[in-house]
């Protein structure tokens, strides 16, 4: 017997999404570097099953129909090149390899680069959804060899999520590191949801005083609405979830996040491409911020706030202007990371379909919500969209919520309750809405101390003229460009 697919990596992910290809009729191919876990795995949930066990990577080979397809689940970094490596003796010309760890993109585009010019094909793929989503029906972002996509279709959609209609979480998204960069963007947008639901339990806590019940409570409420997502439907069952004294067990986790390094990345991209990826980033660094336990524990007694009252206005009404406000900045994470992808797309030719890319993340992965259906919805309408906040549904939305999110940001102002993801989402759409913002100083400022011209309203852009503003200066100017 022959598998279907191989897998190298049995920690979480790779086991279950073994159990999940399995399950959907597909006979897997198993290896794992400590090789006793393969065998634990055989006698233990893998037991019974269209699953074959290999101790080597050539034994993993030689069980593998033609063309091999063989998917690495391993730490990203390092430990992929070496596995390729090792790997490559044993396959054929023709065979795939998939990459389904969370991978750089450049790391991806590389290995693309390299191992099509030695004749393999090769796929790094976004897979998201954590351990549940693995088994169950992941989010999956492949991209890279073009010619693999028909012989690793039917596997994928079969163990992806699916959406009500039936279609599957998961198409082909574009060439080299084309899917592992939109699964960076992914996670960059979950970690702006994760820190605006984290800013807002946080007022509720501080400001209003709202026990964890309580908060529960309204997650739930607006889980039915227009919020509905899996981190709001998760933030409902945490801050419901009871120790084993029965007090909320939120409580007593320490405050301090930890960071895998996929939403650095996406700042990283974000600087490199010349996109404001304001949200994402300030939720990067609130993670830093929140890392910094010591020193904030001392600051807390030096650095002093206002001293304000308790919370005097109507809370019902301020509860509703927070979901208005997590709502407006959701739009605005989401905004900032499609505008990142379409600006990738240019730089590296990668015919990225939006309104496809939404529909991957309505389910599966950690992201999923009905709020993506909207957007799908609008890049289907126009597919020459510039921004999402442009779109007449969400402009609407934007505008319905705008007076809610600013009261709740002059809340937090007042009241000294740090919001940075929610303050940089209403900056940006200010700044957007903007037609004449202050950059016209700004380059006066660097033409004076730099020579480093400026161009002028009553001229044609791509014009730059340079002043000797101290008069004691010449008249050469520095050369013209943008980093």
């Known amino acids: 017997m022959k598998a279907d697919i191989g ?36 006698s233990g949930r893998g037991a019974g099953k269209k699953i074959l066990g290999s101790h080597s990577l050539s034994e993993l080979a030689s069980l593998l129909s033609s063309p091999r397809k ?3 689940m391993v730490k990203a970094g390092q430990a992929v090149d070496d596995t390729i490596a090792q790997l490559l003796p044993y396959l054929d010309k023709g065979d795939i390899i998939i990459d389904g760890g969370n991978s750089n993109y450049e790391d991806t585009r590389r290995r693309a680069a390299e191992l099509e010019a030695k004749g393999f094909l090769f796929v790094g793929s976004g897979v998201s959804g954590g351990e ?89 409420t607006w889980n039915s609405g227009d919020l509905d997502s899996y981190l709001v439907e998760i933030t409902r069952d945490i801050l419901a979830y009871k120790d084993e004294d029965g ?29 404001p990826l304001t949200l994402i980033g300030e939720s990067v660094f609130a993670r830093c911020l929140s890392a910094a336990k010591a ?74 919500s009905a709020f993506l259906g909207k957007i799908k919805e609008a890049f289907d309408k126009d597919k020459a969209l510039v921004n999402l906040m442009l779109a007449p549904f969400f402009a609407e939305k934007l505008a319905a919520s705008q007076a809610s999110w600013r009261r709740v940001v002059a809340e937090c102002a007042v009241s000294g309750i740090p919001a940075p993801a929610l303050y940089s989402a209403l900056s940006y759409y200010d ?21 480093h011209t400026y161009e002028r309203v009553d001229q044609s852009r791509g014009k730059f003229f340079h002043t000797n503003w101290t008069g004691h200066g010449g008249t050469t100017s520095a050369s013209t460009y943008t980093v």
């Not at 989010?139 to 060899?145: A, D, T, W």
């Not at 909320?248 to 010349?274: C, E, S």
């Not at 016209?440 to 101390?449: S, T, V």
């Open 132 to 220: 549940e989503g693995a088994l169950n029906g992941p989010s999956l972002m492949p991209g890279g060899s073009a010619a693999a996509w028909n012989h690793i279709r039917p596997i994928f959609q079969a163990i992806a999520a699916k959406v009500e209609d039936g279609s599957p979480c998961c198409d082909w998204v574009g060439s080299d590191g084309a899917g592992h960069f939109v699964k960076m963007v992914h996670n960059g947008i979950e970690y702006g949801d994760m820190q605006l639901i984290c800013e807002v339990y946080q007022i509720m806590r501080d400001r209003l005083g709202m026990s964890e019940d309580e908060m529960s409570a309204v997650f739930a």
């Open 7 to 42: 897998l190298i990596g049995l920690a979480v992910m790779g086991e279950n999404l073994v159990l999940n290809m399995e399950s959907k009729g597909f006979s897997v191919a198993v290896y794992n570097r400590t090789t006793s876990k393969v065998d634990d795995f055989l």
């Open 247 to 275: 007090s909320p067990l939120v409580t007593k986790i320490l405050d301090t996040a930890g960071q895998k390094g996929t939403g650095k990345w996406a700042g990283f991209a974000a600087l490199n491409f010349g996109v």
């Open 295 to 368: 020193e904030r524990v001392i600051a807390s007694k030096i650095l002093t706030g206002p001293k304000t009252l308790a919370f005097s206005g109507d809370k019902k009404t301020f509860v509703n202007d927070l979901g208005a406000a997590l709502y407006a900045a959701k739009v605005v994470s989401y905004a900032q990371g499609f505008l990142l992808m379409a600006e990738a797309a240019k730089e590296y030719g990668w015919s990225l379909d939006f309104g496809s890319i939404a529909l991957m993340w309505r389910g599966g992965c950690i992201i999923r």
């Open 431 to 451: 700044g957007m809405r903007t037609e004449r913002l202050p950059a016209n100083l700004l380059q006066a400022q660097r033409d004076y101390f730099g020579a």
């Open 70 to 72: 063989v998917m690495i």
